[in-house]
């Protein structure tokens, strides 16, 4: 799992593909037909959840990577930064704060993409 998973899922929530309550092929007919339709998929308020994590009001995870990170408890060494913009793409990472304010709207874009609901002060 890359450091950008690791991000998304801390946000959004682990992906638990197999999380459908093991009753359910034990469930009654008129339950089934419901069951096999597919679900609307809800966007995430990346901002409400994140706001809502403690911690939050004493970061600056808006314009920070790094807060961003320590806010969900993703290492936010200088190594795992560059691993994160290589994996969003950006081979040059160097650690600068013009980088940082970078990797941040990149991984803001990347969320948004992800079926977050991002802010667009976040992305531009």
Do not use: C
Not at 47 to 76: E, Q
């Amino acid at each position: 799992m890359g450091i950008f998973s690791s991000i998304k899922n801390a946000i959004f929530g682990s992906d638990k593909k197999d999380e459908k309550p093991a009753a359910a092929p034990a469930a009654t007919p008129a339950a089934a037909p419901a069951a096999s339709q597919p679900r609307a998929i809800d966007e995430v308020d990346v901002a409400a959840r994140l706001d809502a994590m403690p911690g939050a009001d004493k970061l600056n995870w808006r314009t920070s990577i790094v807060d961003l990170m320590k806010l969900i408890n993703v290492d936010s060494s200088y190594q795992n930064r560059k691993e994160l913009a290589q994996e969003l793409g950006n081979a040059d990472y160097s650690g600068s704060a013009e980088d940082n304010i970078l990797l941040h709207r990149q991984t803001m874009r990347e969320l948004a993409k992800n079926g977050g609901k991002v802010p667009a002060e976040f992305t531009d």
